[in-house]
């Protein structure tokens, strides 16, 4: 996944009713290191009057040479000049981003987008001669700070298992965007279930994806933690696996039939009550009525 956070800024939902964005701009080192973090400066001109003053926007990461996006993830950004990391290490693992290739990361907010092109490099590696239609763009320097990592191991049933990566600073106090990768074991894993914990807060969620044997899934989440180090993810009460689903739809099956039965039940003591009441109504009403009919 594209790992990416604001430094400095205040991270919110905004609406986009309010927002006003008249242009924006992006500048940023033209030749990143391959396997290094790097900030990008994202400038916006534009009056937000959504209740933080934001803009609500994705950034995508696209490979020029394909047409194809690899990764795209949601920021908010604030008028005036925003600095954004960008990770290039988790895609460098996944071969996604190569050195000496070229790659767009493109900003959009509704009809207003920007875009900037860079090259990853090997260290020592020479720079690609620039084409005369491109203009040398400022560098700014690499950036390492503001990144924690965790490299925490959590297994699971059946071989799965959690690893916690990193945990990235948003500017908030306090207030941390993490990453985890969940992998699956021998068996197939739908909606795996986390506990996400630090020493502020914890809460469970799910995780919207379904994990074939073996493969993995990268996933991110916010999280208050007064130590960052002590930020955690475990897999919740449920791990669910096609055994598990095969189960609880078994049980499903038993309930209905249950019910079935009950409501069976059920309408042959309503019969009963019925014949009863008739009967009463037969014998003591019908009596009665027809005393006082013979009088």
């Known amino acids: 996944m594209f790992l990416i956070t604001i430094i400095f800024i205040s991270l919110t939902t905004s609406s986009l009713a309010f927002a006003q964005m008249e242009s924006m701009k992006i500048t940023g080192p033209k030749y990143p290191l391959l396997n290094s973090i790097f900030t990008i400066k994202v400038t916006i001109e534009g009056t937000s009057r959504a209740s933080y003053g934001d803009f609500s926007t994705t950034m995508y990461l696209i490979d020029k040479e394909k047409g194809i996006d690899l990764d795209a993830?949601?920021?908010?950004?604030?008028?005036g000049e925003n600095s954004v990391i960008v990770n290039l290490k988790s895609l460098v693992s996944t071969e996604k981003v190569q050195s000496g290739k070229y790659y767009i990361v493109k900003i959009q907010h509704t009809n207003i987008i920007s875009e900037f092109e860079f090259t990853p490099i090997l260290p020592g590696e020479e720079k690609p001669k620039e084409t005369p239609i491109e203009q040398p763009i400022q560098d700014i320097p690499i950036v390492t700070q503001d990144v924690i990592n965790l490299d925490k191991y959590n297994s699971g049933s059946d071989g799965s298992s959690i690893k916690v990566i990193s945990a990235i600073e948003t500017g908030r106090p306090n207030q941390y965007?993490?990453?985890?990768?969940?992998?699956?074991?021998?068996?197939k894993v739908t909606v795996p279930e986390v506990t996400v914990s630090s020493d502020s807060e914890s809460y469970t969620r799910e995780v919207a994806t379904v994990l074939n044997p073996g493969s993995c899934y990268l996933v991110d989440s916010n999280v208050e933690a007064d130590e960052p180090t002590t930020i955690d993810v475990t897999f919740g009460n449920v791990v669910k696996d096609d055994t598990q689903i095969v189960e609880l739809k078994a049980e499903i099956s038993e309930l209905k039939e249950e019910l079935k039965k009950k409501d069976a039940v059920l309408m042959e003591q309503l019969k009963v009550i019925q014949n009863l009441a008739s009967m009463i109504k037969k014998v003591f009403f019908d009596s009665f009525l027809n005393y006082f009919q013979l009088v």
């Open 177 to 187: 965007l993490i990453y985890f990768e969940i992998c699956a074991g021998t068996k």
């Open 73 to 79: 993830f949601p920021l908010y950004l604030l008028s």
